[in-house]
């Protein structure tokens, strides 16, 4: 007969095929009908909180995959954080002001042409980002992130622009802002000011080249007739030049150069004279010290001024002559040492980098803009031509590759440019301590944040906070007089913050400066003018955790965490903690979390705007591979460190996926007839149950732990790497392994087997648990099956509770005692494999294993049952002498003996001995009467 028929094969719905991108749509159907976010929020209402504050991506294209790193390693760590006990609300948010979006409107104005009224423009940009914020909604979701879709904060809603103004009033109140002319960056393309953070470094070529500033009438004898000599790469700010800065401590000599006399520094000489066919062995004619040249005065190579010798301890022996070019208007260091030295911030630009006509510019650079065109500036062209022309150079004009500031928008050089500005004085009343200090009490992971963000605050210079943009928040300020002098006034701010509550920011620019003094309270007069600049977008973003953590009773501040990629150290981290410690004297958050970026099998990083040969949009690589299995590669790595991503890396995370998808298949197979507990733990196993079911149960209680742990270090890829091997070691080539026999030809009815399914039953709802935070559609289709089994409505698997370890299941003498036995298995395995392949045996349960060694008396003393230990060893006989060798462990296989059972396959001698079953083993026979007969 087909005794096949008599077995307890497995039986399950749940497919080994995953087909993921078709499935998982779904689920976040089913999840959305049934309001699942909303009910994990009410069931942890009353739980402790835990907030992870979402720093707000810009409302531009497409989701791209290192936006989708970032949201799902939130996701995981508020899923987790909500089946631990936490009410872990999670409110997404979108950065909708600035320069992306109004590049992208302007671009489409000009290709257009109509109305480019401030009104029409905002109103263009504000349909631009609702359109991607609906977008990137839908993207998001889609991976799986739970949160509050249906009510995000945007930073264009009115609310939230309010709330950015009464920051700005207390800061103004405080007396951190002020106006200045001062070099910032500023971008031709775009018309504006840049921050920092808006800066991307790339390498450049620019033209070198060595300038003579002719000595007058000099208080050094030695000098008349001489020239110092100054090295730049960016000719076109010649025309600003107002001093040479020279090191008050270095060397400095005076040599002749092909019969001219140029000033350099002596430890310079050599490389300089390379450059401009001079004698490179040459002693200077006389030296100075830098000290000495303090105060003299040299000619502009070609404007009627004089340009001072200034000290200062920036100037270098790197490169150049050992003189620096000084134009305090485009230049940090340059506007420092012109401050000192009372100089003035002179710039000879407009907003597009033109040179403006002024008492200084000569006619040839009038007009000629800065900004470069296929590698090539007009006014560098124009600059160089002026030199030669006044025989001012010394040498060729030589290319240098360096790393050079570029606009992250338009993609091109920026340039430094002194305008007048709103800043805020990272100085005042001790601010830069204060935040210094706030790190202290800030929780850093990894911990070289912390001295990444404090060696960015020790050098931050002020805070620019003023763009000349219209898409953002207005900086509500009027002008009058005849020197047209801006003032902010605190009071009238929070008056025009209350206005913008009720009807938008937009207001400032849809009514005239008359208009809004009359709404204000301001005196009007005929010369009032309003002001045009709006705020800076980090601002914006940087004051989130007034806008929406304090302002939503739900939430509070400061949050649990701040997780972001580590560029927001000088991004959002560091102006959400300059707003925090200048408003409130506190950070905004107890913890701050980074990851690293994705970079190709070369390391080079996979940006939004670059090439790569992989879908860098979120939507195309879930359409490809599901959510699941990119929320997977993202649980493998150690995020804190760039994340690799290559065909090899999803390869092995999609056989791991396998090896779980399979591993939940074969649990769920073998509990077709067991009522599981309905999510209530399995019983503590006697002492008479099999000891590999203690074993597992012990060592649940011990990856427990570990995945526990884990997760609240951040360190999934410590939850993906534990949880893999405890499916391939401990259980696939283990527990399950050993189960066939039990599983498929025990009774029903019999104990053994249903002790088994206890354990199956508790791995099974434990492995869906932990991996739910990682693998949500997964998990949620598990448990679907699990439901099913338990004959019960528990809810989605995101309503659970995290399992939690039962000690009384822990048995650190019995995981010894399995070490001890896998030991055995391994030399076991060798020698059932050598036969295999020797052809002596088919499978291992034609062999009799005999297992030799001095070991072999700690077996004895385990005192287990030899069938037991046959089934462990996967053999149909045993045998034990702890003679016959030296070694601590062999193991020899024989043929066992007796006849092959066509039931359970056991060659044993006991097969025919029951008369009402006499093809089959004696132990087959007793289950098929205990099984109430034939199936």
């Known amino acids: 007969m087909d005794y096949k028929q008599t077995l307890n094969l497995p039986q399950t719905g749940f497919p080994m095929k995953a087909d993921l991108p078709n499935r998982e749509p779904q689920w976040l159907e089913r999840w959305q009908k049934e309001r699942l976010y909303e009910r994990i929020v009410e069931k942890r209402k009353d739980a402790p909180p835990y907030l992870l504050h979402d720093g707000p991506p810009f409302a531009n294209g497409d989701v791209h995959i290192g936006t989708a790193l970032n949201k799902i390693l939130k996701d995981i760590i508020v899923k987790h954080r909500t089946m631990t006990g936490h009410r872990a609300s999670y409110v997404p948010g979108w950065d909708c002001h600035g320069l992306p979006i109004e590049y992208k409107v302007l671009k489409e104005f000009k290709g257009a042409g109509g109305d480019k009224t401030p009104s029409a423009i905002r109103a263009a940009c504000a349909a631009y980002a609702h359109k991607y914020i609906n977008l990137q909604r839908e993207q998001f979701k889609r991976l799986g992130v739970l949160g509050r879709w249906d009510d995000p904060y945007l930073t264009m809603n009115p609310a939230y622009e309010a709330e950015v103004l009464r920051v700005l009033a207390d800061l103004v109140e405080k007396g951190f802002v002020y106006r200045g002319k001062k070099p910032v960056f500023w971008c031709t393309s775009c018309r504006t000011a840049l921050a920092e953070a808006e800066v991307e470094y790339h390498d450049h070529v620019s033209p070198s ?156 650079l009038t007009g000629k803009s800065v900004r470069e065109v296929n590698g090539r500036s007009e006014a560098n062209e124009a600059v160089l031509a002026l030199l030669k022309k006044k025989g001012a150079l010394l040498g060729a004009v030589q290319p240098y590759s360096h790393s050079y500031p570029f606009c992250w928008r338009s993609k091109d050089p920026v340039i430094f440019r002194a305008v007048p500005q709103w800043f805020i004085a990272m100085d005042h009343e001790e601010f830069r301590v204060r935040m210094l200090k706030a790190c202290d009490r800030v929780e850093w992971v990894p911990d070289w944040g912390k001295n990444r963000m404090v060696g960015f605050l020790q050098t931050r210079p002020d805070w620019c906070i003023s763009r000349q943009r219209t898409w953002g928040v207005p900086i509500p300020a009027f002008a009058s007089g005849s020197d047209q002098d801006v003032k902010l006034d605190a009071a009238l701010i929070r008056r ?80 959400s903690l300059s707003t925090s410690v200048a408003t409130r004297d506190r950070a905004p958050f107890k913890a701050v979390l980074t990851h690293g970026f994705i970079v190709d099998v070369d390391g080079k990083k996979i940006s939004k705007s670059g090439s790569y040969e992989k879908p860098k949009d979120s939507g195309a690589f879930v359409q490809r591979y599901g ?241 037991w230990l046959e089934e462990f060893f996967i053999v149909s006989n045993l045998a034990l002498n702890r003679n016959g060798t030296d070694e601590d462990r062999q193991a020899f296989v024989e043929l066992a003996p007796g006849e092959k059972c066509p039931r359970c396959w056991r060659v044993t001698t006991t097969v025919g001995r029951d008369a009402s079953h006499p093809e089959v083993c004696e132990r087959c026979a007793a289950m098929l009467e205990g099984s109430g007969g034939l199936k």
Request: proline share 6%; glycine share 6%.
């Open 209 to 364: 080249i060595f300038v003579k500033f002719p000595f007058r009438e000099p208080k050094l004898p030695e000098l008349a007739g001489a020239s110092a000599v100054i090295w730049t790469t960016t000719p076109w700010t010649l025309p600003a030049n107002l001093a040479i800065a020279a090191h008050p401590d270095f060397s400095y000599g005076l040599y002749d150069a092909a019969g001219q006399k140029v000033l350099i520094g002596t430890a310079l000489w050599e490389k300089c004279a390379a450059v401009f066919g001079a004698d490179p062995t040459a002693k200077p004619l006389k030296t100075f010290s830098g000290r000495e040249l303090a105060g003299l005065k040299a000619r502009h190579p070609f404007i009627e001024r004089d340009s001072l010798l200034v000290l200062a301890k920036y100037v270098t022996a790197d490169s150049g002559t050992g003189l620096v070019h000084t134009a305090p208007g485009h230049g940090l260091e340059d506007y420092q040492s012109g401050l000192e030295a009372g100089l003035e911030v002179y710039s000879p630009l407009d907003n597009d980098g033109a040179f403006v006509a002024d008492s200084w510019m000569p006619p040839e």
């Open 496 to 575: 025009f913050a209350d206005w913008a509550e009720k009807e938008g920011a937009g207001v400032w620019f849809e009514h005239s400066a008359s208009e809004l003094a009359s709404r204000l309270g301001v005196p009007p007069t005929a010369d009032l003018v309003k002001s045009a600049d709006t705020l800076d977008v980090w601002m914006e973003s940087g004051s989130s955790h007034r806008a929406v953590l304090e302002k939503d009773k739900h939430l509070g501040a400061p949050a649990d965490l701040y997780l972001e990629g580590s560029d927001q150290h000088r991004g959002w981290f560091q102006t």
């Open 627 to 867: 959510a699941d299995i990119l929320r997977l590669w993202v649980a493998s790595q150690n995020f804190t460190n760039d994340i690799p991503l290559s065909e090899e890396i999803l390869s092995h995370v999609g056989e791991t996926y396998r090896r779980f998808r399979n591993t939940f298949r074969i649990l769920l197979g073998n509990l077709h007839d067991y009522p599981v507990g309905a999510g209530e733990p399995a019983p503590l196993l006697s002492r008479q149950a099999p000891p590999i079911d203690r074993y597992i149960l012990s060592r649940l209680v011990a990856v427990g732990e570990t995945v526990d742990d884990a997760y609240r270090q951040f360190e999934f890829h410590r939850v993906y790497h534990t949880l893999n091997a405890f499916c391939t070691v401990e259980l696939s080539s283990l527990y399950i392994d050993i189960l066939k026999d039990r599983m498929y030809t025990f009774a029903p009815v019999r104990e053994e087997r249903k002790a088994a399914q206890a354990v199956m039953a508790e791995v099974l709802r434990r492995l869906a648990l932990w991996l739910a935070p990682i693998l949500p559609y997964t998990c949620e289709e598990v448990w679907d099956e699990y439901q099913k089994l338990a004959g019960a409505q528990l809810g989605s698997v995101h309503l659970q509770d995290f399992p939690a370890a039962d000690p009384k299941w822990r048995d650190a003498g019995l995981e010894a005692q399995f070490e001890e036995l896998r030991k055995w298995r391994d030399v076991a395995s060798v020698e059932l494999e050598n036969a295999r392949r020797d052809k002596k045996i088919g499978k291992s349960l034609e062999a009799k294993l005999v297992l030799k060694g001095r070991q072999v008396a700690e077996l004895e003393k385990l005192g287990w049952d030899p069938a």
